[in-house]
């Protein structure tokens, strides 16, 4: 099982970004995908979920500002970020739902 986050950056509050995970290994199709992120100095925290039939579930911080999606023929997860706040500051991570595996994460930096 391998995941490979990427799209994180600077950017400046209020602006977006929007994070891609090729994720392998695993049925993708058939799993439940979860963005999860890691603030500096604090524990690692649940984002959103998609279930392979499209319903989605966002923590209540970014519901609103953060959608979501995948591609089960390619195998990717994204997460598109708007009106992006300094707390939202963090490494951003993908993993199929309960999976022990995590990636390495991309990193996220929101400041003027």
């Known amino acids: 099982v391998q995941y490979a986050e990427s799209g994180g950056g600077l950017v400046q509050p209020g602006g977006s970004l929007r994070l891609s995970c090729a994720a392998s290994?695993?049925?993708?199709?058939?799993?439940?995908m979860t963005w999860h992120r890691q603030p500096p100095e604090q524990a690692r925290e649940w984002v959103a979920t998609?279930?392979?039939?499209?319903?989605?579930f966002y923590t209540d911080s970014v519901r609103g500002r953060f959608t979501i999606s995948r591609d089960d023929d390619t195998a990717t997860l994204w997460l598109q970020m708007d009106s992006l706040k300094p707390e939202d500051t963090a490494v951003y991570y993908c993993?199929?739902?309960?999976?022990?595996?995590w990636g390495q994460g991309t990193q996220v930096t929101v400041s003027s």
């Open positions: 290994g695993f049925s993708f199709g058939e799993a439940i």
């Open positions: 993993q199929e739902a309960n999976s022990p595996t």
């Open positions: 998609m279930f392979p039939g499209g319903a989605t």
